[in-house]
Structures are given as C-alpha cells and as structure tokens.
C-alpha cells in the first residue's frame, strides 16, 4: 500500500528528481505540470559536488554521460578575440570543477532523463496548476485549476522562481522573498556549424558598462549566447516581462557596439526564436515549509546562476526531502510524522543553501562586472595569471561546491532497489 499521497507542482529538475525518490519508496505521487507536456526545454546546466553524488546514487551517471555536452573549457578573450585566460574541463574525476564541470548537460535532456526513470511509477498531469489549497485536520484539499478537486497528505512546491504555491503557502501579506541581484539575462541560440578544428568550448568576453557576453556549443549545429548586464537600467526594468520583441530591442540599445563580436549577435538574436530573459534573484525564506506544503528547488532557495549551483541545489534538496519523509514516515507508513520530517529536511539542508547564498547580492556585480577598460584589462590579467597558475581555489570560490563542515547523509532506505 502507499505510504503518503503526494502532489508535486512543478515537472522541471527539483520536482522530477523528488517524484523520482518518493516513487521509489512506493508513495503516491502525482507531477503536475502547467505546461501540455514536458519542458525540455532550455540551455546548458552542470552538477558539481554533492549534485554529482546524489546522481550516482540515482543510478544515472551512464545515462546522464551518454547525454552530456563534452565541453573541454572556458577561455576568456578581449575586444580583439585573442585569448586571455584559459581554464580546462577537470576530467580527472578528483578535486573541485573548473568554469567548465565534468557534468555539463543540456536542461532538457536532464529533465528527460530523470523523467524517463521515473514516469512509470509516478502520474504525471500535464496542462494543469493548483488554484488553491486548504490545510484540513488530516489532508491538504487542493482545487486545480479545471475545478476539481482531490486529498493529499502532502503539497510540494517545485515551480520554480516564480512560484504559485510558494505564494500561496505564504499568503498574500507576507514579505516578498525574492531579492533581485541587479542583473539581466538574455539566452537563445544561432545557427552556426562547427567549423573544422573548432571545438566544444565556452568563450567569455567582458565590455565596458557591465556588459559580459557568453557563447558555447552543445552540438555541431548551433551555439548557446548569453548577454549579462550587471548594472541598473532603467530602460530593462521597465519592460514587461514575456514582452519578447521589446526585452530584444533594450538588449540591442545596451550593447551595441561592446566590441568583439556582440554586433553579429545582436543581429542573430533578432530571428532567434527561443529567446528568454531572466531577472535573476535570490529566495531567502525563514521556512521552507508550512504546515502539509513544503518548497523544494529555487521555489524555495534560488541561488541565482551566479552561485553556478542551481541544478546542483535543486537535486541535493530533493533528495534530502525525500530522505527525511522515509526516515520518518517510510518504516511505520505513518502520517503523523511528516511535520517531523519536513523540520528535519529544513534542518538539515539549510546550512548547504546558506553557503551557497553566501555573498551573493547586487554590490558583487562591481566585482564580476568592471565597469571601465582599464578595471577589465586589469581583471583580464589577473584571470590570466590564475589560469597559468592554476589556482584552483580561485575557481572554488566562484563555483562554491566545496562545503564546510557538511556532509551529504546516507539514507539507507533509499538505497535500496525499488521492487
């Protein structure tokens, strides 16, 4: 028989990766998704440290290796191209992540990945939200957004940056949790073949006034190009979000003439059809959870992409939930302890996100972004010396894998082959 009866909103990363964990303990779980089906969609992400634990526990590192990108470095160039700094993929499986992990993947393979090892043991709901929810004495009642309605022992908030039921759980006076790190992003794709000798590598490129500019290639066919502003603008703030052809147009008027070859971009990003900006931000929450709702993901702790932690974060957290519910709830099938187990997974991993959250606010940007041709040339110097010296630490800092006196537990229920 089932243990729990479990809702998941959200069929990204953090939510297929906790349906792939509750499933496996023979809960009852349902991933609804809003979208009419998978979102495998978006650009390239990575696993460090404990990520990469939690997925060999999964049993998917063949899988996710057959998929990976084979990205073998970053370099860093100046308005002319000529290379600066060079920091090579770590493929010796010891030590910390370059720039470049040894886990490198495109969004939507993984999210397929997770998904195809676990659709036969969950329910996935496409084309569906919740619209509301109330707490009762021994279930959550939630109303979806077609009016039905249905009982669960358990609502999970994997939704996202953005997300409704982190709203919900909070209510409408409550503090507003996002904390927006003064940064715009804007990611799509071009097509340009591989050329002969080119290889899979990152290329990063900073221009005066904040602008930063990154390209990479997943396949022989087309390159990934990100535009970063890390500076206030009045004229990308006033943008509707979603409002495609004006967040392109402000792009355009921001970097124009940067240098290199963000001319040529720009020109590509006007016929790119899967543009997407982002607004990064931070979600700092007292609590993940509230009475039968409980936040996984950056619907709960967002460490912006600035961290280089957000897949990592999302899987490590799923994981970790799922391992205090069967802690707690799994052996005597009870109920009665999932507020236990909800403190214990906040207890317990909160200590992670804090490290990985460490830091990062709108005043770094002055350290990530100079603002003037001599801050950059200087910065490119200093990058360049710590690639010659290979100053790994340097590297760790930036990516923030390596946690201080916290350790991955063991759950050896989970470990244990589904029947």
């Known amino acids: 028989m089932p243990k729990l009866k479990v809702l998941i909103c959200g069929g990204g990363i953090a939510g297929n990766a906790l349906a792939f964990w509750l499933s496996k303990q023979s809960h009852d779980v349902t991933v609804l998704e809003r979208f009419p089906d998978l979102r495998s969609t978006g650009l390239q992400i990575d696993l460090r440290g404990h990520g990469v634990e939690v997925l060999k526990r999964m049993g998917l590192e063949q899988a996710f290796r057959e998929k990976s990108v084979q990205e073998k470095g970053l370099e860093m160039v100046d308005s002319s191209g000529r290379r600066r700094a060079w920091f090579p993929a770590n493929k010796s499986g010891k030590g910390s992540q370059s720039f470049t992990s040894d886990f490198e993947i495109m969004r939507g393979d993984f999210v397929r990945l997770i998904y195809d090892a676990t659709k036969d043991?969950?329910?996935y709901l496409f084309g569906k939200s919740v619209e509301s929810f109330q707490n009762l004495d021994s279930s959550i009642e939630v109303t979806f957004s077609d009016g039905e309605k249905d009982h669960f022992d358990l609502l999970v908030g994997a939704d996202g940056l953005g997300s409704h039921t982190r709203k919900m759980m909070l209510g409408p006076d409550a503090a507003d949790p996002l904390h927006f790190v003064g940064q715009f992003i804007a990611y799509f794709t071009i097509p340009r073949p591989i050329q002969k000798g080119e290889e899979y590598i990152s290329t990063t490129y900073l221009a005066p006034g904040r602008r930063f500019l990154f390209t990479r290639r997943s396949n022989p066919d087309q390159v990934q190009v990100y535009l970063i502003y890390g500076d206030s603008s009045e004229r990308l703030k006033n943008v509707r979000k979603?409002?495609?052809?004006?967040?392109?147009?402000?792009f355009t008027e921001i970097f124009r003439g940067a240098?290199?070859?963000?001319?040529?971009?720009?020109?590509?990003?006007?016929?790119?059809?899967?543009?997407?900006?982002?607004?990064?931000?931070?979600?700092?929450?007292?609590?993940?959870?509230?009475?039968?709702?409980?936040?996984?993901?950056?619907?709960?702790?967002?460490?912006?992409p600035n961290a280089g932690m957000g897949t990592t974060s999302g899987i490590v957290g799923a994981y970790i939930l799922a391992g205090e519910i069967e802690k707690h709830c799994g052996n005597s099938g009870s109920k009665d302890e999932l507020a236990t187990a909800l403190k214990a997974y906040d207890r317990t991993f909160r200590p992670f996100m804090g490290q990985v959250q460490h830091g990062i606010s709108e005043n770094r940007n002055h350290l990530m972004f100079p603002s003037t041709p001599l801050g950059i040339a200087i910065l490119n110097i200093i990058l360049g010396l710590v690639a010659l010296l290979r100053l790994d630490l340097f590297v760790s800092w930036i990516s923030?894998?390596?946690?201080?006196?916290?350790?991955?537990?063991?759950?050896?229920?989970?470990?244990k082959e589904k029947a």
């Not at 931000?281 to 409980?294: E, G, M």
């Not at 936040?295 to 709960?300: F, I, T």
């Open 121 to 123: 043991w969950a329910r």
């Open 242 to 250: 979603g409002d495609v052809k004006d967040e392109k147009a402000a």
């Open 259 to 304: 240098g290199w070859r963000t001319d040529e971009f720009l020109q590509s990003m006007e016929h790119a059809d899967d543009f997407y900006c982002e607004r990064p931000a931070l979600v700092k929450l007292n609590s993940w959870y509230s009475d039968r709702v409980v936040l996984v993901g950056d619907a709960a702790y967002s460490p912006t």
């Open 400 to 415: 923030r894998e390596k946690m201080k006196d916290w350790a991955l537990p063991d759950y050896d229920e989970m470990a």
